[in-house]
């Protein structure tokens, strides 16, 4: 969220002014606080992916050479349920 264009005119020579300043400061860091954030969800989801692709195309690799195995099972319902921990990450990362 940009909260950048919400500046409050603080050209004054008083505590109005003062308290504006203060308003944009905070406004400012907020916004970069919001850009990190997003930017930290987006690497996560990402950087996560990878491993968890791997682990489960190498389950299936296994499972198929050498049958199912409750082992591989179990491997592969937990690398889902990763790949849809980080798909719902990334789709926060599209709402921020």
């Known amino acids: 969220m940009?909260?950048?264009?919400?500046?409050?005119?603080?050209?004054?020579?008083?505590?109005?002014?003062?308290?504006?300043?203060?308003?944009?400061?905070?406004?400012?860091?907020?916004?970069?606080?919001?850009?990190?954030?997003?930017?930290?969800?987006?690497?996560a989801g990402h950087e996560l992916k990878t491993p968890v692709t791997v682990i489960s195309a190498t389950t299936d690799l296994l499972e198929r050479k050498h049958g199912s195995d409750c082992l591989y099972d179990t491997i592969k319902a937990q690398s889902e349920k990763m790949s849809r921990l980080i798909a719902e990450l990334l789709e926060l990362y599209q709402v921020f």
């Open 2 to 43: 940009d909260l950048h264009i919400f500046r409050i005119f603080d050209d004054f020579d008083s505590d109005c002014g003062d308290c504006s300043a203060l308003l944009n400061t905070w406004s400012s860091l907020l916004s970069d606080s919001f850009s990190r954030q997003k930017q930290f969800i987006s690497n």
